[in-house]
């Protein structure tokens, strides 16, 4: 499995930090988000570390398939049936920590366009 030891979420998903866990598989971690935006705020990474979702479509489509079941696994445990998943690429586009992760938000109505 590829990890980097620099990473923030190669550590939550190696166990190295603590986090509070919502749902895991062989290959995801589902934990909720330190600065929530919405109700529900749950992150959703693959254990595996890629940069982007962009980079995980093309070196790991069934991870990147796993990931989204994961993210609606979450919704439904939170009880949510309306969520929005979102992947930022790059720091312009708000992706602080560079480890793909979609963000699982619910649990309030969501405005469109967003930001």
Known sequence: MTRDADCLFCKIA?????AD???ETERTLAFR???PQAPTHVLVVPREHHPNV???AAAAPDTLAE???????VAAGEG???YRLV???GEQAGQSV???HGHVLGGRAMTWPPG
């Open 14 to 18: 190696g166990g190295e930090i603590p």
């Open 21 to 23: 866990v919502v749902r």
């Open 33 to 35: 988000d330190l600065a």
């Open 54 to 56: 962009a980079s995980l």
């Open 67 to 73: 990931l989204v079941r994961t993210a609606a696994d």
């Open 80 to 82: 949510i049936e309306a």
């Open 87 to 89: 992947f930022n690429t």
């Open 98 to 100: 560079f480890h793909v």
